[in-house]
Structures are given as structure tokens and as C-alpha cells.
């Protein structure tokens, strides 16, 4: 009697044990690396697969702009095309007409510009839209865009919610913690790729079967 109830008590403990295992999935992924290793390519690239395959995708991407060869700044670009200002190096950005100035190195940021572009996608990515599978993209949670508390608040609450999986992009760790951003990275529901010249080639595959696995517990 005894050895029976100690066996159901251990299979008892596996089951739970294995309960627990295969309901802890992740929901949202995230890209991480150095400047310049192919992030947001690795985000367009997997948002063209996703929408060939029925997938809504909405959000945004950071672009550089340039200007004969030059880097003058970055603007944010919708998943639909539109375009507004992040930032802008100091001698193309102009006056700041007596509003605070936010910089980052030799960029000032247009704090006004991204909010206008940025947080209406935010709103609208809850909306009903037949229950449909929806990934959401970030490109990127970095100092420009945490200026913004508004924005902070909306990453939150969209990694919060069930409406969607987040496809983001963050920094790499680097001189003082970035709050969310290490909030973020210590998600037990996000996946965090590491992307470097090796592997940035190869790894669009993972990305893809990882987000598909976050669809289904977000469906």
C-alpha cells in the first residue's frame, strides 16, 4: 500500500512537472546585436515569409538616412510605408524652437515626430480584426525611442498582452542598463536570438519556427 502511494506520488510530481514544461512557451521574440549586423534585415526579411504565409504583421522599423554617403540620422518607417523622424545629426536637425532637446551622441531626436508615427500602432494592435494571428513589430527598443514614456507604457502593455507576438529588436548591453530593455531580455516569454555576421545568414529559419510556435499560444 505504501509503495503504491509512494509511486502515484512520484507520478504525480512527474505529471505536473511535465504540465508545467509544456505550457511555459514563449511568446514574443526579440533580435539582439552589435550596431550594423543585420537586425532589421533579419526583421523585413521574416515579416515577408510571415505575410506570404497569412500572417498579419504591423509596426514599425528604424531606417538610417543618408545623405552623399552619409549618415544625417534615422527615421521611423511603418510596416505600411509611412515615414516620419527619429532623429537627425545636429547641423540637419535644426532649431528646437524652444521645446526640451533629447540627444543621443551627436543625434537629436524628434521626440513629437515618433510619438505622432509610433503610438497610434500601438492602439491599434489590440483591435478586432476576427481573432486573426497578428505579429507585431518593434524595430527597435533603444535609447532614441525610450525617451518617450508613452512608449514605454505601450511596450508593456503589448508584451502584457494576449492580442499578439512582438518581433523586436533591442541593444546589445552596452555603458548603463537600459531599464526596459533589460526588462525585456529577462522575459521568461520571450525568446532573445543573438545575431552576429556568422549566423545572421542562417538563422532567419530559427526566427521563423520560434515566432510560428508564439503564434499558436497567442491564437
Given at each position: 500500500?505504501s509503495?503504491?502511494?509512494?509511486?502515484?506520488?512520484?507520478?504525480?510530481?512527474?505529471?505536473?512537472?511535465?504540465?508545467?514544461?509544456?505550457?511555459?512557451?514563449f511568446?514574443?521574440?526579440f533580435?539582439?546585436?552589435?550596431?550594423?549586423v543585420?537586425?532589421?534585415?533579419?526583421?523585413?526579411?521574416?515579416?515577408?515569409a510571415?505575410v506570404s504565409?497569412?500572417v498579419?504583421?504591423?509596426?514599425?522599423?528604424?531606417?538610417e538616412?543618408r545623405?552623399?554617403?552619409?549618415r544625417?540620422?534615422?527615421?521611423v518607417?511603418?510596416?505600411?510605408g509611412?515615414r516620419g523622424?527619429?532623429?537627425?545629426?545636429?547641423?540637419?536637425?535644426g532649431?528646437?524652437?524652444?521645446r526640451?532637446?533629447?540627444t543621443v551622441?551627436?543625434?537629436v531626436?524628434d521626440?513629437?515626430?515618433?510619438?505622432?508615427?509610433?503610438?497610434p500602432l500601438?492602439?491599434n494592435?489590440?483591435?478586432?480584426d476576427?481573432?486573426?494571428r497578428?505579429?507585431?513589430?518593434?524595430?527597435?527598443?533603444g535609447?532614441?525611442?525610450l525617451?518617450?514614456q508613452?512608449?514605454?507604457?505601450a511596450?508593456?502593455q503589448?508584451?502584457d498582452?494576449?492580442s499578439?507576438t512582438?518581433?523586436?529588436?533591442?541593444?546589445?548591453?552596452?555603458?548603463?542598463?537600459?531599464g526596459l530593455?533589460?526588462?525585456v531580455?529577462?522575459?521568461?516569454?520571450?525568446?532573445?536570438?543573438?545575431v552576429?555576421?556568422?549566423?545572421r545568414n542562417?538563422?532567419?529559419?530559427d526566427?521563423?519556427?520560434t515566432?510560428?510556435?508564439?503564434?499558436?499560444q497567442?491564437?
Amino acid at each position: 500500500m505504501s509503495t503504491a502511494h509512494a509511486s502515484k506520488s512520484v507520478y504525480g510530481r512527474d505529471a505536473t512537472a511535465c504540465l508545467m514544461v509544456s505550457t511555459e512557451m514563449f511568446k514574443h521574440v526579440f533580435l539582439t546585436g552589435p550596431p550594423g549586423v543585420g537586425k532589421t534585415t533579419l526583421v523585413q526579411k521574416a515579416c515577408e515569409a510571415l505575410v506570404s504565409s497569412g500572417v498579419g504583421v504591423e509596426g514599425f522599423y528604424t531606417e538610417e538616412v543618408r545623405q552623399g554617403g552619409r549618415r544625417v540620422g534615422f527615421d521611423v518607417v511603418t510596416v505600411t510605408g509611412e515615414r516620419g523622424h527619429l532623429s537627425r545629426i545636429r547641423d540637419v536637425a535644426g532649431a528646437s524652437h524652444g521645446r526640451q532637446e533629447y540627444t543621443v551622441g551627436q543625434y537629436v531626436v524628434d521626440l513629437p515626430s515618433f510619438e505622432n508615427l509610433a503610438l497610434p500602432l500601438f492602439r491599434n494592435v489590440g483591435s478586432a480584426d476576427g481573432g486573426s494571428r497578428k505579429v507585431f513589430v518593434i524595430d527597435e527598443i533603444g535609447k532614441m525611442e525610450l525617451f518617450s514614456q508613452s512608449f514605454i507604457r505601450a511596450v508593456r502593455q503589448t508584451l502584457d498582452s494576449s492580442s499578439c507576438t512582438i518581433l523586436g529588436t533591442i541593444p546589445i548591453p552596452k555603458g548603463k542598463p537600459l531599464g526596459l530593455v533589460e526588462e525585456v531580455r529577462s522575459r521568461r516569454d520571450v525568446k532573445v536570438f543573438a545575431v552576429s555576421k556568422e549566423n545572421r545568414n542562417a538563422i532567419l529559419q530559427d526566427i521563423l519556427a520560434t515566432l510560428q510556435e508564439c503564434l499558436k499560444q497567442t491564437a
